[in-house]
C-alpha cells in the first residue's frame, strides 16, 4: 500500500533531521538539489525559466515527481534571476539568453567592485558605502545613487539636514523606479516561492533550507574585492581585511538569523568559496577565513539553527579545523574534500553529505554511479550521520544516471 505524502513528509523529515543530528535512521537520506537540470529534464532552456516562473515551477515539480529524493531544494532564490537582473541592470551576472547560450547556467563576473583604497570608507560607514558607491557599481539603473549627498550627516534640523538640497530629482526619480519595478518582480518572485515551497510540502517532500548566508571573508572576496584584490590585500593591508570580515560577520549573522526564523526552517545554507585548500594555505585559512565564519556557525547554533555548509571544492587539509564545533548540529556538504578521510575525522561529530561526483553522472555508466555509491553507504554512511547527495547541484547529468543514484540509495542504503 503506498503512503501519504502526509505519511511520506513525516518520513522523510524524520531521515533528513536524524541523519543531521547523528541518530538512527531506518536508511541513508538522499538529498540533492536540482539546478538547470529540472529545466532541461522538463524540456525548457536555462533561459525560459530564468524569465517564466510558472515553467520553473513546471520544471522541479515534474523533477521531483520522477526522482522522489528525501528532500526539495526552492529554485526561485537563485534561478529566477532574469527579471530582477534587467530591473536593475545588476552587472555581477552575466544570465542565459542575455550575453551567454540560452542552455548555459548563468555566470558571475568578479570584479574590484570595492577599490583597494576604500576600505576605510566601507570600515567607517558600511551602509553609506553600499548605497554611494558599491550599488552604482554593481546595479546600472541606481548609477545616480553615487551622486546623493553624506545621508549620514544629517543628524537633526541644525546638522546636514542641508545636505537634502543637492539632491537631483529628475536622477533620483529615474533610480527610485527601478528600485520599484525591482519590488514588483521581488514580491512575484516570493509569491511563487510560497507557492513552490507549499506544492512541494504538499507532494511529501520537507525542503531542505530557506535561509541563506555566507563566509564573511567570502563575501568580501566574492563581490567587493575580487580574487586578485583580496590576494593582495592579505599582504598589503591584512589587519583591514579581518576588520571588514567582522563587519561582515555581524550583517552575515543578521541575515541567516532574520531569514531562518521567518522562514521556519532552521537549516541555513552556507557557500565556501574562497577558504579552500587551491586559494590559501592552512596558515591563512586560521588567520583570515576561519575566525569569522565559526563565529558565524556557533552564532547560528546559538539560535537553534543548523548551518548547511558547502565546501565548494577540496578543503581536505582543513578537516581537523572545522572539525571544531558542537556535536550533531550542523552538516557539511562536500564538493572535492577526501570525503573518507572527513569520515575518520568528522564521523560522529557532524554529519557529512555528498559527493558523488558531477563528472561521472554526466559521463559514467549506471554500474560506475552504483560502484561508486556502494562505497558511500559502506564507509562514510557506516552508523549513520551521513547524507548522499551529488558534489554539486545537478546541471548536465544524464537522467539515468542520477535516478541510478536515487534508487541504489534507497535500496541499499539501509540500517
Not at 159 to 186: C, H, P, T, W
Amino acid at each position: 500500500m503506498s503512503q501519504t505524502p502526509e505519511e511520506l513528509l513525516k518520513e522523510r523529515t524524520a531521515r533528513f533531521e536524524n541523519a543531521i543530528k547523528l541518530q538512527p535512521a531506518d536508511r541513508v537520506p538522499i538529498v540533492i538539489s536540482f539546478a538547470f537540470f529540472a529545466a532541461k529534464y522538463a524540456g525548457y532552456t536555462p533561459a525560459e525559466v530564468m524569465f517564466d516562473g510558472d515553467k520553473m515551477m513546471q520544471a522541479w515539480v515534474k523533477t521531483y515527481t520522477d526522482f522522489q529524493t528525501d528532500a526539495s531544494n526552492n529554485p526561485f532564490g537563485l534561478h529566477f534571476t532574469g527579471a530582477l537582473v534587467e530591473a536593475l541592470d545588476y552587472k555581477q551576472l552575466r544570465i542565459p539568453g542575455r550575453g551567454i547560450d540560452e542552455n548555459h547556467c548563468y555566470q558571475f563576473v568578479e570584479n574590484e567592485y570595492m577599490k583597494a583604497k576604500e576600505y576605510d570608507d566601507f570600515l567607517f560607514d558600511p551602509t553609506g558605502f553600499l548605497i554611494h558607491t558599491y550599488w552604482p557599481r554593481i546595479f546600472g539603473k541606481l548609477a545616480s545613487f553615487q551622486s546623493l549627498p553624506q545621508l549620514n550627516e544629517i543628524l537633526n534640523y541644525a546638522m546636514g539636514m542641508d545636505n537634502l538640497r543637492y539632491l537631483d530629482e529628475e536622477d533620483l526619480k529615474e533610480a527610485v523606479l527601478s528600485l520599484i519595478q525591482a519590488k514588483k518582480v521581488l514580491d512575484y518572485r516570493a509569491g511563487m516561492s510560497q507557492k513552490y515551497a507549499q506544492t512541494l510540502k504538499e507532494m511529501g517532500y520537507p525542503a531542505q533550507h530557506a535561509a541563506f548566508s555566507q563566509a564573511p571573508f567570502d563575501t568580501l572576496a566574492d563581490y567587493f574585492r575580487g580574487m586578485r584584490g583580496i590576494m593582495l590585500d592579505i599582504y598589503r593591508c591584512p589587519e583591514k581585511v579581518l576588520a571588514a570580515c567582522d563587519k561582515m560577520l555581524i550583517i552575515m549573522l543578521r541575515m541567516g538569523i532574520s531569514r531562518a526564523k521567518a522562514s521556519g526552517n532552521p537549516r541555513v545554507f552556507i557557500p565556501i568559496h574562497k577558504g579552500l585548500d587551491s586559494f590559501m594555505s592552512p596558515k591563512q585559512f586560521d588567520t583570515f577565513f576561519w575566525p569569522t565564519l565559526k563565529k558565524l556557525i556557533l552564532g547560528l547554533i546559538a539560535q537553534d539553527l543548523v548551518p548547511n555548509v558547502f565546501w565548494e571544492g577540496d578543503c581536505t587539509s582543513r578537516l581537523e579545523t572545522i572539525a571544531d564545533i558542537p556535536a550533531g548540529r550542523a552538516i557539511y556538504a562536500f564538493e572535492r574534500t577526501d570525503i573518507f578521510r572527513a569520515k575518520e575525522i568528522l564521523g560522529g561529530h557532524i554529519c557529512i553529505r555528498g559527493n558523488v561526483p558531477s563528472s561521472l553522472l554526466c559521463t559514467g555508466t549506471r554500474q560506475d554511479v552504483r560502484g561508486y555509491a556502494k562505497k558511500l553507504i559502506d564507509v562514510v554512511g557506516k552508523d549513520g550521520g551521513f547524507i548522499m547527495d551529488a558534489s554539486n547541484p545537478l546541471d548536465e547529468e544524464k537522467p539515468e544516471n542520477v535516478l541510478e543514484l536515487i534508487e541504489f540509495t534507497r535500496n541499499y542504503g539501509i540500517y
